[in-house]
């Protein structure tokens, strides 16, 4: 990918989600909810339900996309979750172009981390993976901190590493982000090609839409 010509920074913490942002995995996540719905016995969530949930820590994720389940029963839910993930998680890659625009920004000198949903296992076993643990100064995962939209995990990062709201920008591709984002007094991006619809996405009045990761490395040189 040919790189565009760089701009001054703008933002010096660059905060990515994972799922759905960086990493293809919507579609698998909102198929894996579904099947574990159906595991117990509970009325199957449309495609746009489970994929809703995407972003949320799993225990709030679950709840929602199964409200009629027993509360006493959600572990189980999890675990049947998790079956499904660990059997198909070897489909997953990152969005084509992700590798090089995150090298690209560490060369420009944006710090770079992770907030996401995903368990702090997850996030290890997947960035084992595909090779990318040094790329990201500090990452945060919902079960070691509130999950999003509650803005400690994004503050948590920002204290980590000695950034200012106002030089932070958060990425995301739901309103879960992006309420994050607002929530923490921080500049968000989001992407059309992950869980949530453009439509939801604007409302919450993101800097720029990205349709392509390539539009996203533009923006980023540009803007960031």
């Known amino acids: 990918m040919t790189e565009p010509s760089a701009s001054p920074r703008q933002f010096d913490l660059i905060v990515f989600d994972w799922d759905g942002t960086l990493f293809d995995s919507t579609a698998l996540i909102t198929r894996c909810i579904q099947a574990a719905c159906v595991d117990l016995g509970v009325p199957r969530p449309s495609d746009h339900d489970a994929s809703y949930v995407i972003g949320m820590g799993l225990p709030e994720a679950l709840q929602h996309a199964a409200p009629t389940l027993a509360p006493e029963r ?25 590798l ?84 923490a007094g921080t500049a968000s991006v989001a992407v059309s090609y992950g869980a949530h619809e453009t439509q939801a996405l604007t409302g919450l009045e993101p800097r720029h839409v990205a349709h392509s990761v390539a539009e996203l490395q533009a923006w980023l040189f540009e803007h960031a």
């Open 100 to 183: 090089a625009m995150l090298q690209a920004l560490r060369e420009r000198k944006h710090l770079l981390a992770v907030a996401t949903g995903k368990s702090r296992r997850g996030l290890d076993d997947v960035l084992a993976t595909v090779r990318m643990r040094g790329l990201f100064d500090a990452t945060r995962t919902a079960d070691e901190t509130a999950s999003k939209p509650n803005p400690l995990m994004l503050i948590e990062l920002m204290s980590e590493l000695g950034a200012a709201p106002a030089r932070t920008l958060m990425i995301g591709d739901t309103t879960h982000d992006l309420q994050l984002a607002a929530n």
């Open 74 to 98: 959600y572990r189980e839910l999890g675990l049947r979750y998790r079956h499904h993930y660990l059997a198909n998680e070897h489909e997953l890659l990152l969005f084509e172009g992700t």
